[in-house]
């Protein structure tokens, strides 16, 4: 996860440098959001196999099975335009693809994916009002990338909303103070992060070095409440 925290970070830079230029996102993309928002989301697609995706995905993933987990993602959200969870998916693998060329120097495909991967993350968290599964998982993301980028205000937005809707017993609830800790942290929220941070060693929510690492914007790997929460059923 420190690798990816990484690479998040240094995609946020890239966005910043291409502010203004033209857009990233094609017309496909833009065809398929607008089915989205015509259809009401429903769970008929077996998000399974999104799951497995999610638990295999990391920093090490090969460029070529990157590759064919976005093209067959795409092509089920062609199929199933309504599945957010898909969509959700779809940014993720964009933003690992992104890396993969960043690191070939190739700055226009890894600001092209890059920008592909956030605005499929964002349209997964807001076709649906009040989703917080989703909205949750951008939260995961935007939490670690820091004041460096334009997604603070994004994970502010988050934050709030999931801290009112979950309730004080949910499971999740400890991660989320992680996630705003860290939020906070990395955007310049002095009084929150030392609130959250003081409360998390505290009451030990986890383990110090959980949170010794997640100062260090190094994120734990994602636990089963957490999967439960995205693959599950509403």
């Known amino acids: 996860m420190k690798q990816f925290n990484q690479m998040v970070k240094r995609l946020a830079w890239i966005l910043l440098l291409i502010a203004g230029i033209s857009t990233a996102v094609s017309a496909e993309d833009i065809q398929l959001n607008a089915d989205t928002k015509t259809i009401e989301p429903?769970?008929?697609?077996?998000?399974?196999?999104?799951?497995k995706h999610l638990e295999k995905i990391s920093p090490r993933t090969s460029f070529r099975e990157l590759e064919n987990m976005l093209t067959a993602m795409t092509e089920d959200l062609a199929s199933y335009p309504q599945n957010l969870d898909s969509r959700m998916m779809v940014g993720y693998v964009s933003l690992?693809?992104?890396?993969?060329?960043?690191?070939?120097?190739?700055?226009?495909?890894?600001?092209?994916?890059?920008?592909k991967g956030f605005y499929y993350i964002d349209e997964a968290a807001e076709t649906r009002e009040n989703d917080i599964k989703r909205r949750y998982f951008r939260l995961r993301i935007d939490a670690f990338i820091g004041n460096s980028s334009l997604r603070c205000p994004v994970a502010k937005s988050d934050t709030e909303f999931l801290a009112g809707a979950l309730s004080d017993s949910s499971e999740l609830k400890p991660m989320l103070t992680l996630l705003t800790a860290t939020y906070a942290s990395n955007c310049l929220d002095e009084k929150m992060a030392t609130e959250k941070w003081q409360n998390l060693y505290d009451n030990k929510l986890f383990e110090n070095e959980v949170l010794d690492n997640a100062k260090k914007n190094i994120?734990?790997?994602?636990?089963?409440?957490e999967?439960?929460?995205?693959?599950?059923?509403?």
């Open 42 to 51: 429903t769970n008929d697609f077996n998000n399974d196999n999104l799951k």
């Open 96 to 115: 690992f693809l992104a890396e993969k060329y960043l690191q070939q120097k190739n700055f226009i495909k890894a600001a092209e994916f890059s920008k």
């Open 219 to 225: 994120a734990p790997k994602w636990q089963d409440v």
């Open 227 to 234: 999967l439960a929460l995205l693959f599950g059923k509403n």
